[in-house]
T-cell receptor
Framework: DQQVKQNSPSLSVQEGRISILNCDYTNSMFDYFLWYKKYPAEGPTFLISISSIKDKNEDGRFTVFLNKSAKHLSLHIVPSQPGDSAVYFCAASATGNQFYFGTGTSLTVIP | DAMVIQNPRYQVTQFGKPVTLSCSQTLNHNVMYWYQQKSSQAPKLLFHYYDKDFNNEADTPDNFQSRRPNTSFCFLDIRSPGLGDAAMYLC?????????????FGAGTRLSVL
């Protein structure tokens, strides 16, 4: 059973606009969440994370929002750039040692 | 410089013929993971090592085994590959630091089974 879900397989956004990628989870024990970015022919690379004690974490153009009551998190990219085109994976952990991943959202930023 | 290196990048094997995938790391991390990712699916954890302690996921088939001879290397052995084992296999490492546990991934090995 998929505990982490990314219901949008793909997203297209104009350069300079905001990209919003969404992720839902079912396990209320998850206490740490991450976003990974993956380019073709490369492994996923860590982008940003958030602990369950926070509801927002910001790093430059990237902000992750966590809504624990809704079991939902989102990644905002502002402004979006063509180099942001990649597959984005959401991941969650309950123990700090095992992570559950979503199926990914492929973002295309149109110049 | 690549910190988690997987070899080979592409592996073709025959149905039932044992195959070994390798992973090495220069990060000196305590934890090493093997994930299986099939097309359009989420990476699925097969097992992980915390130092020399092996942790198998409950639903990982017995066909999949792993070895970690030292901190730097970890191997995935598929004893009798079936067509359903064709997938991308990702190795990852992490240094367990409380709640902040970022995983560093290799580029993966794509396994084809003929």
């Amino acid at each position: 059973d998929q505990q982490v879900k990314q219901n949008s397989p793909s997203l297209s956004v104009q350069e300079g606009r905001i990209s919003i990628l969404n992720c839902d989870y079912t396990n209320s024990m998850f206490d740490y969440f991450l976003w990974y970015k993956k380019y073709p022919a490369e492994g996923p690379t860590f982008l940003i994370s958030i602990s369950s004690i926070k509801d927002k974490n910001e790093d430059g153009r990237f902000t992750v929002f966590l809504n624990k009551s809704a079991k939902h998190l989102s990644l905002h990219i502002v402004p979006s750039q063509p180099g942001d085109s990649a597959v984005y994976f959401c991941a969650a952990s309950a123990t700090g040692n095992q992570f559950y991943f979503g199926t990914g959202t492929s973002l295309t930023v149109i110049p | 410089d690549a910190m988690v290196i997987q070899n080979p990048r592409y592996q073709v094997t025959q149905f039932g013929k044992p195959v070994t995938l390798s992973c090495s790391q220069t990060l000196n991390h305590n934890v090493m993971y093997w994930y299986q990712q099939k097309s359009s699916q989420a990476p699925k954890l097969l097992f992980h090592y915390y130092d020399k302690d092996f942790n198998n996921e409950a639903d990982t088939p017995d066909n999949f085994q792993s070895r970690r001879p030292n901190t730097s290397f970890c191997f995935l052995d598929i004893r009798s590959p079936g067509l359903g084992d064709a997938a991308m296999y990702l190795c990852a490492t992490s240094r367990l630091q409380g709640a902040k546990n970022i995983q560093y991934f290799g580029a993966g090995t794509r396994l084809s089974v003929l």
